[in-house]
């Protein structure tokens, strides 16, 4: 017997952006199954959470801080976020205007469900992370992509962004620093985003998961520029900056019109995050703002080292091009020149060297032939890593 309908939106949560990780998940199996695979397919840090942190979370089950919570987060860490927020950005505001998430993705579905109608248009900056599409679908949005310009850094074209509203724009999502890209906004593109927002009277959604990592100059946020508090939405997690990706810990910061919104979203989805992964997390921003915390205050060097060795290493490989990211945890590798799809080349790296690395496609139009390479392994590995990249490219150039 035939199920009921689904409903219409389900077929959008699906497509391309989900296949992203298929080369990942290969490469991840055959590690477990012995083989020697260089893993540089996701951006889920090689470092263990800092001891600080793990301990804290042990305390608070010892003590008992397992039972329903406080469904917009504990106090200490919606003021321990502010706090945070601010010395990344420079923008002051309160706890009451935090809401602690699932993670940033849970983060920015709740946003998208807070501030989206059916048909509401959403412009973001392609190449974009691969949730984004589903996460917006989900709320009944539209997508309507604007590209970024690779010969200028990964920076917005800023006549495309005017051409691309609409009446039925809603919102502009942005991620600097940028996921796949590592490109970071410079003052003047992220005020004519801002003022762009203010004549249209658009709602700004701005991921900032990668603040902490930026490698030349500060992380600026639209959050601190005059007159986009009451129109800014932010979302972030720890999940980069303190090695805690499997905690799940994320957050959104709005006006204080917002909160109430995402606290009664919060309860349908979460009924509040567990009270002792909480702890977890105020031990870990707490620590980095006091400097106790050894390893979280070097992990932005740990990745630069390693992006500067990367550069390196890739910088001359044949009929590649390489983009030196500003931030994050990844570098781009143009491979368009060489004939390949971005995917059959991952595939094939894959099971001839057994090295995993993320094809482009996925994230947009902009990124299609090119590879996304993790940093989150050591500089020996990543040196290894570019030996087999380079023996595979000499072989099939020499085959063709």
Not at 50 to 77: C, E, M, W
Not at 307 to 314: N, T
């Amino acid at each position: 017997m035939p199920t009921p309908p689904l409903a219409a939106r389900a077929p959008l949560l699906g497509g391309a952006e989900s296949d992203a990780w298929t080369v990942h998940f290969l490469g991840a199996q055959r590690r477990a199954a012995g083989e020697d695979i260089i893993l540089l397919s996701i951006g889920d840090p090689d470092a263990p959470t800092p001891a600080p942190i793990v301990a804290a979370a042990k305390a608070g089950l010892d003590r008992g801080n397992t039972k329903y919570n406080d469904l917009q987060g504990q106090l200490g860490l919606r003021a321990a976020i502010a706090t945070w927020n601010e010395k990344l950005t420079g923008a002051t505001v309160t706890p009451e205007q935090v809401t602690v998430f699932s993670g940033a993705q849970c983060a920015l579905f709740a946003a998208c469900q807070c501030l989206l109608d059916p048909g509401s248009e959403v412009i973001g900056f392609d190449p974009m992370y691969v949730t984004y599409p589903a996460t917006i679908a989900a709320a009944g949005g539209v997508l309507r992509r604007v590209p970024l310009d690779p010969d200028r850094g990964f920076r917005p074209d800023l006549g495309a962004l005017e051409a691309a509203v609409t009446p039925r724009t809603r919102a502009v999502l942005m991620n600097f620093p940028n996921n796949p890209t590592g490109a970071v906004l410079g003052q003047e593109d992220l005020a004519a985003i801002a003022a762009f927002c203010t004549r249209h009277d658009l709602w700004l959604i701005s991921d900032e998961v990668y603040a902490a990592l930026v490698f030349d100059g500060r992380h600026l946020s639209p959050l601190a520029l005059p007159g986009m508090a009451a129109r800014t939405v932010i979302v972030s997690s720890l999940s980069k900056s303190h090695a805690m990706t499997g905690w799940r810990v994320g957050w959104t910061i709005g006006p204080p019109e917002l909160t109430p919104h995402t606290v009664n979203l919060a309860l349908c989805m979460l009924y509040g995050q567990p009270g002792f992964i909480q702890d977890a997390a105020t031990a870990g921003i707490v620590g980095a703002l006091e400097g106790k915390v050894a390893e979280i205050a070097s992990m932005r060097e740990t990745y630069k080292a390693r992006r500067d060795r990367a550069c390196a290493l890739f910088k001359d490989l044949p009929g590649c091009r390489l983009h030196v990211p500003t931030a994050g945890m990844f570098i781009m590798l143009d491979i368009r020149s060489l004939g390949w799809s971005a995917t059959r080349f991952a595939l094939q790296l894959l099971d001839e060297e057994g090295l995993a690395v993320l094809p482009g496609d996925p994230f947009g139009k902009v990124a299609e032939g090119h590879l996304r390479i993790s940093l989150t392994a050591s500089e020996e590995r990543i040196s290894e890593a570019a030996a087999r990249l380079r023996r595979f490219l000499a072989r099939h150039r020499k085959a063709a």
